[in-house]
């Protein structure tokens, strides 16, 4: 069965402190997909970014980079020099290509907050 | 090039009543999906369509429907609503089944009274 874990409930950083946002995930397919979006107060999901199963290379995007480790099951996701304006619910996402690549499972996210 | 757009943004019901909510997807975007968002269970997928089938569905009763148009464009019904039913829904939609990169509307709230 598939299943994502984010242990990290809610995180509060200062401004400009660097934050890593944990992901582990489990799933039997071979095929798979990899995301995290951030939900801010209004609601809306926001795509970040999206990995296949078979591109291990790590990321960065800005202020943003993502590390995935096949070896540990872990996706995970750093903010550096963080900003008042990431303060949102950030969830990880698998899908798979067995259970259908637009079934989103989804963590139970994390909510960062940063202080100013 | 608009995003997802779904109406309406704000419904209360009583229980027992029946709801329809709206859906509509990027201009292109063929797959639509919609997701269910409570406190208590998180983020559900509730079923996905594409060209107008229903092409994947989650663990939800019966009293759950959807349906695509040929537009793309996609309602999602719940008849005979609980009080459980309370939650924000979500709709996303994707260019196709293969490139799964989903975008998502702001969500319809409702509350189920």
């Known amino acids: 069965a598939q299943k994502v874990t984010q242990a990290q409930t809610e995180i509060s950083v200062v401004e400009k402190e660097d934050v890593t946002l944990d992901c582990v995930y489990e799933t039997r397919d071979t095929t798979y997909y990899l995301f995290w979006y951030k939900q801010p107060p209004s609601g809306e999901l926001v795509f970040l970014i999206r990995r296949n199963s078979f591109d291990e290379q790590n990321e960065i995007s800005g202020r943003y980079s993502w590390n995935f480790q096949k070896s540990t099951s872990s996706f995970n996701f750093t903010i550096t020099a963080s900003q008042v304006v990431d303060s949102a619910v950030y969830f990880c996402a698998l899908s798979e290509a067995k259970s259908g690549a637009n079934n989103l499972f989804f963590g139970t996210g994390t909510r960062l907050t940063v202080i100013p | 090039k608009a995003g997802v757009t779904q109406t309406p943004r704000y419904l209360i019901k009583t229980r027992g009543q029946q709801v329809t909510l709206s859906c509509s997807p990027i201009?292109?975007?063929?797959?639509v999906s919609w997701y269910q968002q409570t406190p208590g269970q998180g983020l559900q997928f509730l079923f996905e369509y594409f060209s107008e089938t229903q092409r994947n569905k989650g663990n939800f009763p019966g009293r759950f429907s959807g349906r695509q148009f040929s537009n793309s464009r996609s309602e999602m019904n719940v008849s005979t609503l609980e009080l459980g039913d309370s939650a924000l829904y979500l709709c996303?939609?994707?260019?196709?089944?293969?490139?799964?990169?989903?975008?998502f509307g702001a969500g319809t709230r409702l509350s189920v009274l």
């Open positions: 996303a939609s994707s260019l196709d089944r293969a490139k799964n990169i989903q975008y």
């Open positions: 201009s292109g975007h063929r797959s």
